[in-house]
Structures are given as structure tokens and as C-alpha cells.
């Protein structure tokens, strides 16, 4: 399925992909419906050609609370470092950025970068401008960015409000960007769109793939690796340093330049195909940079699969080779340090896709035991297309099977189920909102803000000291537990299948 | 994509006979050998329906509220000389934002990329009524029509809707947006319906493309399911449309309209109102005299 970057908004995940937010079973089940695997799922109706891929979904009767496609691309485009991020919404939708402020500071000083607060600025969209329409207000509200901070890209999210009554967001941007002499690039990242947020990360990819990326670049800069992240630790540099490669981190943190070598890449990689499949996938179909199609850098076999592909593509294999070497004799003997102290204990993810699938296999790698795991949604193909990033077909080969895999968009309700189902003895996340309802059951939460924690060798080991780290505090989440009540009827605390309202609500 | 695709859009006030210009328009373009695609952007859902022997099809919208994932093909049907039939569709009446309907629409076939792969020579967008809204000005203002024709009897309202809609179009026309192409002035049958037209058309720098007389003939094909072209082949009538149809075709240039404002309007339209009064008193008083 090709990408289409000529549209101005970005197609949906949904409609791309096919991507689920309700599902339960065995992780081999789900793998097998995926279309790595054999593409439709009879049950659901087929889909006609290459479109979107079908598996059967569970449906809940409502959705308890989850973020929008808007706040990816607050996260993403508000910290590109030297653009701003105008934000054509009411005020409210801004609120996320408080949050998002603190961990870009946080990236921009573990990465060593001058910290600064975040820039963005809101239309602040009301009543009258819903009647009225807000494109005036919008072109004002650029121009004020431009003047304020002389930024070097203006990006400007859209928002539920101003895609209900429809605001020409393009031709503003289109005469403010010839006025102000730099990319002024609207992400069509309206909230109703689609119902999974991940959405968000390709809308701020296209924008940036249309109107920053340089087209035709004069040179080429074969050592240079663009890495699609977040806001993590700098463990690429070093690592990629061995096989005498340069980092281009992007897009968070990135500087407006940096976003416009990436098609002057050698190739691009990333820690999460949730997170890197679009803008990967684009790069190569429109600017000729390959993306490394490998599981993902997670546990010995993904890393090492991931390491000799990227050699591969850059032509590096006796140095990845003899760095593979080294560093399974340095990990070996931690992990073997490691190992019975964590043997016998139930470790639980609850992360984004394809992130919980790399993490299920470093805890396997750490012989703690996983037989449950809830993603935020599934991507039944990436972008690729490509069966060498099937990154659950990766776990569940690798690893064995997860007996309890679920699909669902964060549900707290939920939640609760799914923890008694396995009683795990920690959880591995990365969005916080999910560690005080474990805390209420006793279980204590490792939260991955620092997503690079445990990237390839040197991860299992963090990872593995985390899990030991945790587990100190099980007794003040015992007495925590001891203590409180949750707040749902002694029936639903009662009931056994975390989707029993989804499928009431399919009969 | 092997050839140049033209899109035009025809606007024009609700109950003019939009869809049905439009679907004989289409009916005489595929006569001639084009590959075309309308495009109804109702919420009615019934632009193509003569194009289908009387029948709906399902609209985008209506495919896109069962489930969430659409393939785009599901929403076209092939209609009379293989047009491709499309309907937006939308809400129910007072409810919902049908706007919202059709930018969401057109979205879908854009990004499935639609017109490239059916190869198409023509794509008509069938718009309803006037441009209330950012979601109706989504044809022109993107320039996902290169052309817009407006539907327009000589009755005030109707003009009142065209002049709504010239003021559309000369808002976007610096962004990109479509041009207008000009007037098909419909059911024009008496000489003071063709000054009042031609009158409105010179002050707003129009071309009329056609004048198309009121026809019990249409009328006729219509209860039938039916287009004229399909219905009454060898009628005046038909005639009348395939005319449109050639001149839509081998039309090219398209300009930014001058339309009237409030004011300039009103006063027109009292002049005329006082001329045709004038006009009537005179002739009532010829009877007299003659009695």
C-alpha cells in the first residue's frame, strides 16, 4: 500500500492499515490474523486490494478516557527545537502541553541540548469562531509565532473544533508561508478521525515529509542514520558509533534542518514501529532511504537481526560482526548474574504496539515470566508491508506465545480485569495513568519514560535492574492496596472477561 | 495518470435542477466516449439517481458510520454509459454537520487515489445548494475543481445563490481555488427570464454557457429513473444538453467572477422588480385597449 503524500491530511491508521483497538486471545492468534500472516480475516469480510487489512474487533460499548491524534503531534511537532507549533484549537487542547514541557526539558538536558520551555501557540478557538470561522484568528496567531520567536518552521495542528466547521487551514498557511519565508505546514490531526491516536505521529510525518524534507538533495551523506524517537537517553550514537555511523535523531528534538537531511540518509531506523513505520516507510518510497527491515533492537536475537540489517544496508558487516561479539560477551554473564534473582516472578506489559512486543521479549530474555500484555492498539501490517518487521510474529516465534494478549485503548475499567487475570508481580509501562490503579491492587509499576531503557544488550540488563528495583517497594503497594477500594460495582469486580461489556454490546 | 483529468463542480441554489443538469450532463459526456465520474455531494444521497434507473446507492458516509474502515470502491457503482456514480451523503436533516460530510468524503477518494486508477476524463461534483459553509466550499476552495459552474433560473432567489457562491469563489480564487467557468441559465423560456440572466451574467462579468428551457420532456425521463439522454434521445431537449455538455468540455479558462454586493443586489434586483411591473401594467393596458 503505497503512501500518498500528494493529499494534504494524512490517511487514517484505521484506513491504512487496518489498525484495532479491541481484541483478546493468545499473542500467536492475533499474529496468525494479521495480514504478515495471511492477510484477510474471513470472519470480517475481506478487503478489496491492497486497502486496508481486516481483523475481527471487539467493539466496547464506550471509551473510558485515552489521549487524540492532536497531543502526537504535540508531542512530535512542539518539540522540534528551533520551529513552533500553533495550535488551532480551543484552549483545552492545549492542556497536554504541560505535561509534554516538562519531558522535553528533561530530553533536551539528558541529550545534553540547551534546555528551553516548549513553543506553541493556541488560536484559542471559541464559541464565535466556530460561527464564524477561525482562519483570521488562525493567520494572526501565525504571524504573532513568526514575530515572537523567528522560528525556522511553523506547524500548525488542526483540532476537532476547527475540522467541524471546516477552517481552510491550507490556503492560510499557504499565504502565511509565502509572507513569512519559511515552511508553514498544516497536520490534519483532527481528533475525530480516528479512533487511535497513533494517528497523530504519521500526521506530523507527512507534514514533515511534504514540506521539510529536502527533495532532490545534492549530496549524500552515507554514514548519516535517521532514528525515529522520542525523547530517550542518546544510546544510539554510541552504539552506531561501532559501526561507524553518524545519528540523525528526529523528529522530537530535532532542529528544522536535521528533519530536512533525513533524505540525504544512508537509512532509517527506529525503536518502535508504532512509532517509526510512516515516516520510514516514506522516506524510502519517496526520497530513496531505506528503512532497515528487522524485528526490532530488543533482546539477543532482535538485536542482533537488527544490527547485521542495518550493516547489511550500509555496508558494515565485519564491524557489526565483531560488535555483536563483544557485546555478547560483556551482557552474557550480567544477564547470567541477573537471572535467578528474577526467576519465578510475573512481570506484566502495558505499553504502545510494538514497543510491548520488544519489551515481552526481554523479559523472556530475563527468564521472568509473561503470560499477559496489553497494547494500546494493533497494527495488523506496518507500513512496509514487509514480514521481517512483523514485530508480534518476531515475539511470539521467538519467545513462545502470551497466553493473555490484549488489545485495548487504556481502559482503566477494564484494566482491573486484566491484572486479576494474570496477577502479575510488577507492570512495565510507559503512560503513567495506568500505575495507580495497579498501585490499588498492589502491584508496583516500572514507567518507561526514558523509552530507550532497554534497547538492545545493555537493555536487558537496565531493564532486569529495574524489575529488581521495583520490587523494593511491593510492600508499600501491599499496604496501598490494604487501604483503598476501587470504584466499581461488585459485579464488574467480579467478572471474569475484561471485555464482557464489548461483547453484551456485539449480541 | 495517462491523461488530464478535468473536475468541475456545479453549484446552484436548492431545487433548481442541479442534479438534474448535471446527471445529463454526465449522461452526454460518457455518450461521447469520456470516462466520468459524478459526484453528488448532497446529504440527499440523490444526485446519480437518474444515472441509476431511480435507484440510491449507499454514500460514503452511510459506509464510513457502519464501520471505520472504507474501502473506496465500495461507495462507487456504475451507472448509465459506465459513469461512475458517487453520493457524499450525510446527515439526517437538523442533525450532525453534513460540511463535515463532504470533506470527509472527498478526503477518501482522494487518498485511495480513486480518480488516478479509474483513469478518468471528467469528474463532476454535484453540490447542494448554496456555500453555507467550509465544508460546501471544499470543491473550490481546494481546487479539487478546476471549474465551477453555477445553476441559475432568472428567479431571485436562484441568483441570490450564485452571486453567494461568485463571493466564494473570489475569496479562494487568490489561494488556488477554483475559477468560474459560468452560468447554465435554466428554465429560461420567456425573453424577460433571458434579459434578467443576461443582465445579472454582464454585471458580474459571466459567461452564460447555455440556456436550457423548462421541458415537460425532462420531466418525463425524470419519473422514469431516467436522464433525457437516456429517456428521449433524439428530443430538442437532449439536444440542448449534449450542446452543455460540449461546450463543459472544451471549455478552459475560467475567471475570477465579480459578484455584486448587499447592496448592489438589492438595487438591481429592484429595478428589475419595478421594470417588469412597468412592463406588465403596460401590457394589461394593450389588452384593454385592444378589448
Known sequence: MAINLKTSSVETREQRLGTIIGWDGAASSLAEESAFSRGDCASCGSSRGAKARRVCELQGPFTQGSVCSEQMVECQAGNVRDAVLVQHSPIGCGAGQVIYNSIYRNGLAMRGLPVQNIRFVSTNLRERDMVYGGAEKLDRAIRAAFDRHRPNAIFIATSCASGIIGDDVESVARACEADLGVPVIPLHCEGFKSKHWSTGFDATQHGILRQIVRRNPTRKQDDLINVINLWGTDVFTPMLKELGLRVNYVVDMATVEELAQMSEAAATVSFCYTLGTYLAAALEQDYGVPQVKAPQPYGFAGTDAWLRELARVTGREALAEDYIAREHARVKPLLAALRPKLKGLKGYVATGSAYAHGMVGVLRELDVEVDGSLVFHHDPVYDSEDPRQDSLGHLVETYGDVKHFTVGNRQQYQFYNLLQRVKPDFIIIRHNGLAPLAARLGIPAIPLGDEHHALGYQGMVNLGESILAVLQHRKFHQDIAGRVRLPYKASWLAEPDPFALARLATV | ?291
Request: with cysteine.
Open chain 2, 1 to 291: 495518470m495517462s491523461k488530464q483529468l478535468k473536475q468541475i463542480a456545479i453549484y446552484g441554489k436548492g431545487g433548481i435542477g442541479k442534479s438534474t443538469t448535471t446527471s445529463n450532463i454526465s449522461a452526454a459526456l460518457a455518450e461521447s466516449g469520456l470516462k466520468v465520474m459524478q459526484f453528488g455531494c448532497d446529504p440527499k444521497a440523490d444526485s446519480t439517481n437518474t444515472l441509476r434507473g431511480g435507484e440510491y446507492i449507499p454514500s460514503v458516509l452511510e459506509l464510513l458510520a457502519e464501520r471505520r474502515r472504507v474501502d473506496a470502491y465500495e461507495a462507487i457503482f456504475q451507472g448509465f454509459g459506465g459513469i461512475y456514480c458517487v453520493e457524499a451523503g450525510g446527515p439526517q436533516p437538523g442533525v450532525g454537520c453534513a460540511g463535515r460530510g463532504i470533506i470527509t468524503a472527498v478526503e477518501l477518494l482522494k487518498q485511495q487515489r480513486v480518480f488516478e486508477e479509474l483513469d478518468l476524463d471528467v469528474v463532476i461534483y454535484d453540490v447542494l445548494g448554496d456555500v453555507v459553509c467550509g465544508g460546501f466550499a471544499v470543491p473550490v476552495r481546494e481546487g479539487i475543481a478546476e471549474h465551477v459552474f453555477t445553476v441559475s433560473s432568472s428567479d431571485f432567489m436562484a441568483i441570490y445563490a450564485a452571486n453567494n457562491l461568485f463571493r466564494g469563489i473570489e475569496r479562494f480564487s487568490s489561494a488556488g481555488g477554483a475559477l468560474l467557468g459560468g452560468i447554465i441559465a435554466n428554465s429560461i423560456n420567456t425573453d424577460f427570464q433571458r434579459e434578467i440572466i443576461d443582465d445579472f451574467a454582464a454585471r458580474t462579468a459571466t459567461p452564460i454557457v447555455q440556456y436550457v428551457p423548462r421541458s415537460l420532456t425532462v420531466t418525463q425521463a425524470e419519473l422514469s429513473g431516467r436522464t433525457t439522454i437516456e429517456a428521449a434521445p433524439n428530443s430538442a431537449q437532449a439536444e440542448v444538453y449534449r450542446e452543455l455538455a460540449r461546450r463543459i468540455a472544451d471549455h478552459t479558462e475560467s475567471k475570477v467572477p465579480t459578484p455584486l454586493n448587499q447592496q448592489e443586489l438589492r438595487e438591481w434586483s429592484a429595478r428589475w422588480a419595478d421594470h417588469l411591473v412597468a412592463a406588465e401594467r403596460a401590457e394589461s393596458e394593450r389588452q384593454r385597449e385592444v378589448a
